[in-house]
């Protein structure tokens, strides 16, 4: 039976989160799903580092995405990548803008929040608290 992990070691994780939202300009009903489509953005603004097998990252969306694409609709979503360099947050943040300040790629950046260093305690301090009777 594996043993559990020791909670000090579990207590120097830090990730990187960079949030951010989108709006979709032109397509309505793409047959892409929007999952697929904020992949397809973010594989233009990721740092070649965190593309390549050095670093990796994960995102996921902050709101319901629905099945398709909708014209006009807002789309929030995180990027979180491993450790506590804010250079490739930092860098992903710049290409999104970067990529995005062409209108021909039917979206337009929304908010871009400043990347953050994240740990167990900022998860912990965001936490409901739990019922007295749990």
């Known amino acids: 039976m594996p043993t559990p992990p020791d909670l000090a070691l579990l207590e120097t994780l830090r990730w990187t989160r960079l949030r951010g939202a989108v709006r979709n300009l032109r397509q309505d009903r793409a047959r892409e799903h929007p999952l697929w489509i904020l992949h397809g953005l973010l594989m233009f603004a990721v740092p070649p580092a965190a593309k390549d097998g050095q670093s990796r990252f994960v995102f996921r969306p902050l709101a319901p995405m629905g099945d398709a694409i909708q014209r006009d609709r807002v789309y929030p979503f995180e990027v ?52 007295a009777d749990a």
């Not at 979180?80 to 710049?94: E, K, M, R, V």
């Not at 803008?97 to 039917?106: E, I």
């Open 80 to 131: 979180l990548f491993p450790g506590d360099d804010l250079s490739l947050a930092a860098d992903c943040a710049t290409g999104l803008a970067r990529h995005l300040a062409d209108l021909r790629n039917n979206f337009a950046l929304e908010r871009l929040d400043p990347p953050q260093v994240r740990s167990l305690a900022d998860l912990v301090d965001a936490a409901l608290p739990w019922p």
